[in-house]
């Protein structure tokens, strides 16, 4: 059985079809890429494979529940679609301890950790409007694996960062799918598609174009 089954899923917002029939299958431990080019649909599906939106028609089911009926949220799930609303007048730490207190999975010292793998100063006091683009992507990293999620779903996870850090979530996300940890990304840098994806999908329109 699939862990995510993506089923003839159509997305119409305004009497504009931004998604079309879009069916697909994601195993566990695999890391999935979907690509295409701004406007495509990406995220739109990243979303509803999230349950932050709903489909038109069609359905997802993950772990065999179907999201928005057996289920509001996929379970264990990280995910960063386009920019997390963070406080801004706060520290990257009271950002993180605040969505961690929501689900109470992990403590202070779990947050602390985090941030110091993503290469950010749990200490610092520093606001996080006065983040620059690249510590800003750091912190919704952290705040999307801080948890050890299961399902982890990544849209544009490499925009702003330098290329350490790249090289770093690469292989953290490969180290991820060896656990059995089922991952779905979108990169428009045909090189991280390249190096992480078992299996890809192109959206053009709303539709695959292409699978492989």
């Not at 386009?82 to 406080?87: G, L, V």
Request: one cysteine or more; aromatic letters at 6%.
């Amino acid at each position: 059985m699939p862990k995510i089954e993506v089923k003839n899923i159509s997305k119409v917002y305004k009497k504009e079809k931004v998604l079309d029939d879009v069916s697909f299958c994601v195993n566990a431990g695999e890391i999935f890429g979907i690509v295409g080019r701004n406007g495509s649909g990406k995220s739109v599906l990243m979303k509803i494979i999230c349950g932050l939106a709903a489909p038109t028609s069609g359905h997802i089911v993950i772990d065999e529940k179907i999201i928005g009926k057996d289920i509001d949220f996929p379970e264990n799930l990280g995910a960063i679609i386009e920019q997390p609303a963070f406080m801004q007048f706060a520290s990257g730490f009271k950002n993180l301890k605040f969505l961690a207190d929501i689900n109470k999975k992990i403590d202070k010292a779990e947050i602390r950790s985090t941030m110091e793998m993503v290469g950010l100063n749990p200490d610092s006091k520093k606001w996080v409007m006065n983040y620059s683009l690249g510590m800003k992507q750091r912190l919704s990293i952290a705040q999307a694996i801080m948890e050890n999620p299961e399902l982890i779903i990544l849209d544009e996870p490499m925009n702003g960062l330098d290329k350490e850090m790249v090289n770093w979530l690469r292989g953290y996300l490969k180290e991820e799918s060896d656990k059995g940890h089922t991952i779905i990304i979108s990169s428009h840098i045909q090189e991280d598609i390249d190096i992480l994806c078992d299996h890809v999908i192109e959206l053009d329109r709303g539709c695959i174009v292409n699978a492989g």
